[in-house]
């Protein structure tokens, strides 16, 4: 069974940083990309960041590129995303997702962690 | 960059058919997937690459896209399909993936 977990999630001060983590199971890693989509709740999705498992390329939204890192620990199975100078508007449930290619569907999805930015 | 636009709210009876639209300049040159998100979940896919149906999605969810306008269609509308929906697609101009505004569909 494909599974996606994240953790990491947590009430931070702006200015400050959090590393995000997703770990994953179930299938092959080297076939595959993994994706952050972020959402503040009860508004929409936004894509954040990609990563290739195989080969280790990498993208950012222009809104977040510069500030937060993304990267793999083939070893761990574990994704993480090192979020630096954070600010208010970073404030959403963050999705660890799995995508066939870079820019293609999202065919499965963690369940969510939830970072809060705020003085 | 690349904007997708869908309506706020759908409103659809039992057993009649919901019609979700997605706005975007020549969309029917991307290939647009939807996902389908319950309160307090995670999306689920429900329709990849226009009008392809993952594993276990049921048949009465379709889609098509051509020209400025990609759609999703939910035929025989159930209680349990009521969610909002979103529509996703490639901005190669960017390389960014984009997300629709969502659509909140009200089963009556």
């Known amino acids: 069974e494909v599974q996606l977990v994240e953790s990491g999630g947590g009430f931070v001060q702006p200015g400050g940083s959090l590393r995000l983590s997703c770990v994953l199971s179930?299938?092959?890693?080297?076939?595959?990309?993994i994706h952050w989509v972020r959402q503040v709740p009860g508004q929409g999705l936004v894509w954040v960041s990609r990563?290739?498992?195989?080969?280790?390329?990498?993208g950012y939204a222009d809104y977040v590129r510069g500030r937060f890192t993304i990267s793999r620990d083939y070893a761990k199975n574990t994704l993480y995303l090192q979020m630096d100078s954070l600010r208010a508007e970073d404030t959403a449930i963050y999705y660890c997702?799995?995508?066939?290619?870079?820019?293609?569907?999202?065919?499965?999805w963690g369940q969510g962690t939830r970072v809060t930015v705020s003085s | 960059s690349y904007a997708l636009t869908q309506p706020p709210s759908v409103s659809v009876a039992p057993g009649q058919t919901a019609k979700i639209p997605c706005g975007g300049n020549?969309?029917?040159?991307?290939?647009v997937h939807w996902y389908q998100q319950k309160p307090g979940q995670a999306p689920v896919l429900v329709v990849f690459?226009?009008?392809n149906r993952p594993s276990g999605i049921p048949e009465r969810f379709s889609g098509s896209n051509s020209g400025n306008t990609a759609t999703l269609t939910i035929s025989s509308v159930e209680a349990g399909d009521e969610a909002d929906y979103y529509c996703?697609?490639?901005?190669?101009?960017?390389?960014?993936?984009?997300f629709g505004t969502g659509t909140k569909v009200t089963v009556l």
């Open positions: 179930g299938f092959t890693f080297s076939n595959y990309w």
């Open positions: 690459d226009d009008n």
């Open positions: 990563i290739n498992l195989n080969g280790g390329t990498t």
């Open positions: 997702v799995r995508g066939l290619t870079a820019v293609s569907y999202f065919d499965y």
């Open positions: 020549n969309i029917g040159s991307k290939s």
């Open positions: 996703q697609v490639w901005d190669i101009t960017n390389d960014h993936l984009v």
